[in-house]
């Protein structure tokens, strides 16, 4: 990882080691992906991206009987299938995700109920094992009406049917989730005042922070803008 990243760490913490993976995470329209393309780039890094052709989606933001479940195991089998197969081996490019193995479990406790859960735990607790965890995780969180704001302005048609309840639903899944994570260094950025999307200036600024190590769990707290 010779790069302006890696060299801007060593010169900083000499006895710190460059994260080989890094996961952003976050509820949706948050940024995930527009950081994690963003990281990619700048690390040299192999890039994995989450399961977005999931075919029992749509059926599942239409509130189809049934469909709940078998999204969610498509997911779990998708997002294991993908962490696998681009573990990062000594000496190799490092990678750059947009998702946590664990995301899958949040999803699942708002969306299945207590029968489908008991199934779905069994599933999840197979194949967590193989799955080590990330060096680094980036945890983006925002306002849930500035997420829906986003939703709206994205025009997906299969977003467009997630309701205000929902997102906030899993926005407040999210914060419960990471007040706890303790499997990783983490780094929590509000992006409720800043757009990595729309504000280049704002991509740039948490670019220059992860140019120095993360330990533990640390904030990020961008410039406020007047």
């Given at each position: 990882m010779a790069d302006l990243f890696s060299k801007e760490m060593a010169s900083n913490e000499p006895d710190f080691k460059a994260p080989r993976h890094i996961v952003v995470e976050g509820?949706?329209?948050?940024?995930?992906?527009?950081?994690?393309?963003?990281?990619?780039?700048?690390?040299?890094?192999?890039?994995?991206?989450?399961?977005?052709?999931?075919p029992f989606l749509a059926d599942f933001y239409d509130e189809q009987p049934g469909s709940a479940f078998r999204a969610q195991m498509y997911f779990?089998?998708?997002?294991?299938?993908?962490?696998?197969?681009?573990?990062p081996e000594e000496n190799a490019a490092p990678i750059v995700s947009?998702?946590?193995?664990?995301?899958?479990?949040?999803f699942a406790y708002?969306?299945?109920?207590?029968?489908?859960?008991?199934?779905?735990?069994?599933y999840?607790?197979?194949?967590?094992?193989?799955?080590?965890a990330p060096d680094l995780v980036i945890y983006l969180h925002a306002k849930p009406e500035v997420l829906q704001k986003r939703v709206s302005k994205k025009g997906d048609p299969v977003e467009k049917e997630i309701?205000?309840?929902?997102?906030?639903?899993?926005?407040?899944?999210?914060?419960?989730?990471?007040?706890?994570?303790s499997?990783?260094?983490?780094?929590?950025?509000?992006?409720?005042?800043?757009?990595?999307?729309?504000?280049?200036?704002?991509?740039?600024?948490?670019?220059?922070?992860?140019?120095q190590p993360v330990k533990g769990t640390q904030y990020f707290l961008p410039l406020v803008r007047s």
């Open positions: 509820p949706i329209r948050v940024g995930k992906s527009t950081l994690a393309k963003a990281l990619a780039e700048q690390l040299h890094a192999r890039r994995i991206l989450d399961c977005e052709d999931n779990l089998y998708e997002r294991h299938r993908r962490l696998l197969e681009a573990r947009d998702f946590l193995f664990e995301k899958d479990k949040i708002v969306n299945l109920d207590n029968e489908e859960l008991r199934l779905y735990e069994k999840f607790d197979l194949l967590a094992p193989s799955i080590p309701s205000p309840e929902y997102l906030e639903t899993i926005a407040s899944a999210y914060g419960h989730f990471f007040f706890r994570y499997a990783s260094n983490l780094l929590v950025v509000d992006t409720t005042e800043i757009d990595f999307v729309e504000r280049n200036q704002d991509l740039q600024e948490l670019l220059r922070r992860l140019r």
